[in-house]
């Protein structure tokens, strides 16, 4: 059973930063790993990716130089560490797999599992 479990949202204030953790168990085989976010009243959106065929990486313009995606692969666990945050990055964050993309994306529908989400508040 594949089970994903974020962790390390909270309250900062803007121009801090945060690192939230992904934690993923049940599967073996090559996938991708996304972080996403959804705001209230907002579609959910696509932030950043990593494949675990080659550690390569993908990022959206909104997060581009202020978010890094990495991963542990002894803790199987992907990391968002998240720089310079701004009001407009409060939402709740979600990390979810894509077991068959190549090279990664962020297209949400591609994902098959998610995680339960963290929520990440900027604010001063």
């Known amino acids: 059973q594949v089970q994903l479990a974020e962790s390390g949202g909270g309250l900062v204030q803007p121009g801090g930063s945060l690192t939230l953790s992904c934690a993923a168990s049940?599967?073996?085989?090559?996938?991708?790993i996304g972080w996403f976010r959804q705001a209230p009243e907002k579609d959910r959106e696509g932030l950043s990716c990593i494949s675990t065929r080659d550690d390569s990486t993908y990022y959206e313009t909104s997060v581009k130089g202020r978010f890094t995606i990495s991963r542990d692969n002894t803790k199987n666990t992907v990391y968002l560490q998240m720089n310079s945050l701004k009001v407009e990055d409060t939402a709740v964050y979600y990390c979810?797999?894509?077991?068959?993309?190549?090279?990664?994306?962020?297209?949400?529908?591609?994902?098959?599992?998610w995680g339960q989400g963290t929520q990440v508040t900027v604010s001063s």
């Open positions: 049940g599967f073996t085989s090559k996938h991708a």
């Open positions: 979810a797999i894509d077991t068959t993309g190549y090279p990664c994306n962020t297209v949400a529908v591609q994902y098959d599992y």
